[in-house]
């Protein structure tokens, strides 16, 4: 229970440094609005899909996606900060649970991405994004999108304990992030690729997620041409999987490697 | 009562390279101040890092406030205050916002954590400059804050890591000022320190530590006894100067010796004061009047440099002219005085 208060009151602090440096958050959501559009415009009109309303809704559940998969490098390079910084001396120093700074900025960042999920939503729905399906499975699309942020978090930590230097930190997470979120069927059909990469983007999460949330917000499931196997078939199970394996192998693998830390 | 027992802690970098700690031992009397005095990489930071639970030895133990340090450090994390060598608190946060949190995760509860924030707030004069980030602080107000944010709860043993390194001279004399505050108060401090100055106005007991190693320890005053006791200087006018140096052998026990130029005579002695007066009562039986009469003392710069050798005589020349830099004028004047009396 204390530990979990502890956990609390690390989230706080991630909050009010949004409120101090209200920016951060500015540009948090700039950024992924700015990509609505730009897909949306740019790149919109010339991918043609045979969905009614168009591109904008097959694009905007590949923009949730890959937001919510930035959370890794977001988390990765706060933490990074906070452990380059003397501050984390003064936390472990403090009689509270080992795994309440962690496990804090976990839900501060996922905090951070309902904000951000929000506000995508509504930009998506001015520039036309219109979910076919119910209310609750709309609901349920954000909510598998906030769980798998949320486990990318976790990475991120992991990340943010293993290496020195922030900024080291961040462009190695966006080193692993960026490609796994184009390398899949967020922004065009798997289709166009090679055929080995196709076998790639089929089984990454990133895909499976996109897939699963097209599913959620009405769509018909646009996978690839190899779209027979197990990942194409159940993309909202193999999400749920790998987001369960992704906490198992790294929630106590972070947790660990923070209470170890100071063997260094 | 030992408030704090380290024993024979080792601690080596890069595959044992880099000796950190190397059989290092201390021990600190309940409700007495030690400082760990010694140059940059002697070690300081590492055994502070290990009594506070944040690293642990290769081997070795340590008890702080009679609790095993390895054994238990989540309850040693109870008693126990820490003021880093960096100042540990968040820069994008007010003052305010800072004490606040750091009081809950002590568990106060949401009252008293504002409540004793705006108490330290106040007690370290920083109570204007409470609602703003500290990223706007200067390095005394940041290192005073630093410092209020581990006294949340008190503790029971305080560890300050080079509380002045990095402050202009106004900075730390207010430090010193809050640091022999809380000393009345009671606490058991630890503090690391490169200036010999510091140990000698804070520290009961100053252990010297290099590479690792404790080189020498004991008070102020044993360490200078330790390093050659003290000298009985006299300065006559030129006639009286063969007179002068048979009283001044004649107190001392050992040949006087003579600085031409200054006219001085000195010769060292066990007996302190005695002697001095003893030699005031000679040259005033022979119609001699002293220009001037001193006993003096060895410095901890001298102290220093006799237990370090010339690795820390470099250090020594650095802290100096760093703080020169800060044009710290006053206190480098006091400084190269007391070279200048030590040298003669
Ligand atoms: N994480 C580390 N990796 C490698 N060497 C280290 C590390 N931490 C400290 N050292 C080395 O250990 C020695 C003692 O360091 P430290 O305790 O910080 O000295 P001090 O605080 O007295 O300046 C130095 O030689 C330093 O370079
Ligand atoms: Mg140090």
């Known amino acids: 229970m204390n530990a979990l208060m502890d956990a609390l009151i690390i989230t706080k602090r991630q909050l009010l440094q949004l409120a101090r440096v209200p920016e951060v958050l500015i540009f948090s959501t700039i950024q992924p609005v700015m990509f609505v559009l730009l897909f949306r415009y740019v790149f919109g009109g010339?991918?043609?899909?045979?969905?009614?309303?168009?591109?904008?809704?097959?694009?905007?559940?590949?923009?949730?996606?890959?937001?919510?998969?930035?959370?890794?490098?977001?988390?990765?390079?706060?933490?990074?900060?906070?452990?380059?910084?003397?501050?984390i001396d003064r936390f472990r120093s403090l009689p509270i649970s080992r795994s309440a700074l962690v496990f804090g900025r976990t839900l501060g960042d996922g905090l951070l991405n309902v904000v951000v999920l929000a506000v995508m939503g509504i930009a998506g729905f001015i520039v036309g994004w219109r979910p076919s399906s119910g209310i609750f499975k709309i609901g349920l699309a954000f909510i598998f999108l906030l769980a798998f942020g949320y486990s990318l978090s976790w990475v991120g930590i992991f990340a943010g304990l293993s290496a020195r230097d922030a900024r080291v930190v961040q462009n190695l997470s966006f080193l692993i992030t960026f490609p796994l979120t184009f390398l899949s069927n967020a922004f065009a059909p798997t289709t166009g690729m090679p055929r080995p990469l196709q076998y790639v983007a089929e089984w990454n999460p990133v895909s499976t997620m996109v897939a699963a949330c097209r599913e959620l917000f009405g769509l018909q499931n646009h996978f690839g041409a190899t779209a027979n196997s197990f990942p194409s078939q159940h993309p909202l199970t193999m999400s749920l999987i790998y987001m369960v394996v992704i906490l198992a192998i790294f929630v106590p693998l972070s947790v660990r490697k923070y209470s170890h830390a100071n063997k260094k | 009562m030992k408030s704090i027992v380290a024993e024979h802690l080792v601690r080596t970098y890069r595959n044992g390279e880099v000796k950190a700690l190397n059989d290092l031992s201390l021990d600190v009397e309940e409700g007495t101040v030690l400082s760990v005095l010694g140059p940059n990489g002697a070690g300081k930071t590492t055994v502070v890092r290990v009594l506070t639970t944040l690293l642990t030895p290769d081997s070795g133990s340590a008890t702080v406030g009679g609790i095993d340090v390895l054994k238990h450090p989540e309850k040693v994390r109870e008693i126990i205050g820490l003021s880093g060598q960096y100042a540990a608190v968040d820069e994008t946060l007010t003052g305010w916002d800072n004490l606040v949190m750091f009081g809950r995760l002590y568990h106060l509860g949401k009252k008293a954590s504002v409540t004793r924030a705006d108490e330290l707030l106040e007690r370290f004069s920083l109570t204007d400059s409470a609602r703003r980030p500290i990223k706007t602080y200067s390095g005394g107000m940041r290192r005073r804050l630093d410092l209020a944010a581990s006294l949340i709860v008190q503790p029971k043993v305080l560890f300050l890591d080079e509380p002045t390194t990095g402050l202009d001279p106004r900075g730390r004399q207010e430090m010193w000022g809050v640091i022999e505050e809380l000393v009345k108060g009671g606490v058991t401090l630890l503090l690391t320190t490169q200036y010999l100055d510091e140990a000698d106005q804070l520290a009961d007991d100053i252990v010297v530590v290099d590479h690792g190693k404790v080189i020498a320890r004991g008070t102020s005053d044993a360490l200078k006894k330790q390093v050659g006791g003290e000298r009985l200087e006299v300065v006559v006018d030129a006639a009286h100067i063969s007179v002068t140096m048979e009283a001044v052998a004649k107190v001392s026990g050992h040949a006087a010796s003579l600085d031409e130029g200054l006219r001085k005579v000195s010769a060292p002695v066990t007996t302190g004061a005695t002697a001095l007066i003893e030699v005031l009562r000679l040259l005033d039986a022979g119609g001699i009047h002293p220009l001037d009469v001193a006993l003096k003392r060895p410095s901890l710069d001298d102290v220093f440099m006799e237990l370090t050798g010339h690795v820390a005589e470099d250090q020594v020349v650095v802290t100096d002219s760093a703080r020169a830099k800060k044009k710290d004028k006053k206190s480098n004047e006091k400084k190269s005085s007391k070279k200048k009396g030590a040298q003669s």
Not at chain 1, 61 to 79: K, N
């Open chain 1, 46 to 87: 010339s991918i043609a899909t045979g969905d009614p309303g168009g591109y904008v809704q097959l694009l905007m559940p590949g923009i949730f996606v890959q937001t919510t998969a930035f959370t890794l490098a977001a988390t990765a390079s706060g933490l990074a900060e906070d452990m380059t910084k003397g501050l």
